[in-house]
């Protein structure tokens, strides 16, 4: 994958630049002898290259108006199909302010859900031992996640762990998180619609 950082190479082929030149000048009337004179060559140089130049740059970097915006931080439709959610408020993350454009709609949704449940500025959400916790500030417009890595085992308890499963933590306890719990509540769920679909279906006649 090319470097997004890079400068594009802007080279210019000797055909390319003979070619704007030449088109400058037919343009201008500028033939013959007239093509000598210093201003008005000088003149014309500068617009055959500048003209150039950017033609090299459409060939090697095309342009697309409507880009789709496919990315690992979008909806798989894309972007301008399905615009992803906005954060409710600004966000931090052990004291990292979070770029929208760096999450994806689930983590927005997740953070937006524990959003929702800090009432007040006196609201707090913890999880593990209160070592992680969730507040506001600034009438609600900030909100702040604080999970403390500072040591070995603390590190490795934030890097195993998703952000949204980090704010479903905060929100409904460890149960939430736990996949015993988790398999539980889905076979449950799976038992649940057994039965809806059961109830639906109309007793075979006589």
């Known amino acids: 994958m090319a470097n997004p950082t890079s400068t594009p190479d802007k080279s210019v082929t000797q055909n390319d630049l003979l070619s704007a030149i030449q088109m400058i000048l037919d343009s201008k009337g500028i033939t013959g002898a007239q093509a000598m004179d210093p201003a008005a060559f000088a003149s014309s140089m500068a617009s055959a290259v500048d003209q150039a130049m950017q033609k090299s740059e459409r060939r090697q970097n095309p342009s697309n108006p409507n880009p789709p915006m496919f990315s690992p931080f979008e909806y798989p439709e894309g972007g301008h199909v399905r615009p992803k959610p906005t954060l409710t408020c600004d966000t931090?993350?052990?004291?990292?302010?979070?770029?929208?454009?760096?999450?994806?709609?689930?983590?927005?949704?997740?953070?937006?859900?524990?959003?929702?449940?800090?009432?007040?500025?006196?609201?707090?959400?913890?999880?593990?031992?209160?070592?992680?916790?969730?507040?506001?500030?600034?009438?609600?417009?900030?909100?702040?996640?604080?999970?403390?890595?500072?040591?070995?085992?603390?590190?490795?308890?934030?890097?195993?762990?998703?952000?949204?499963?980090?704010?479903?933590?905060?929100?409904?306890?460890?149960?939430?998180v736990d996949q015993n719990s988790i398999l539980e509540r889905l076979a449950e769920a799976e038992a649940e619609i057994k039965r809806m679909k059961a109830a639906a279906t109309p007793a075979p006649v006589g």
Do not use: H
């Not at 931090?92 to 994806?104: G, R, V």
């Not at 403390?148 to 308890?157: F, H, K, N, S």
């Not at 890097?159 to 949204?164: C, D, G, H, N, R």
């Open 92 to 176: 931090w993350f052990n004291n990292t302010k979070q770029d929208p454009s760096q999450l994806t709609p689930f983590e927005i949704l997740t953070l937006n859900a524990l959003r929702a449940t800090l009432i007040t500025e006196t609201t707090v959400k913890t999880a593990r031992g209160d070592k992680w916790k969730a507040f506001t500030r600034a009438q609600g417009t900030k909100m702040y996640l604080i999970c403390p890595c500072q040591t070995e085992d603390d590190r490795l308890e934030v890097m195993t762990t998703t952000l949204p499963l980090i704010c479903k933590e905060l929100m409904e306890g460890p149960a939430a």
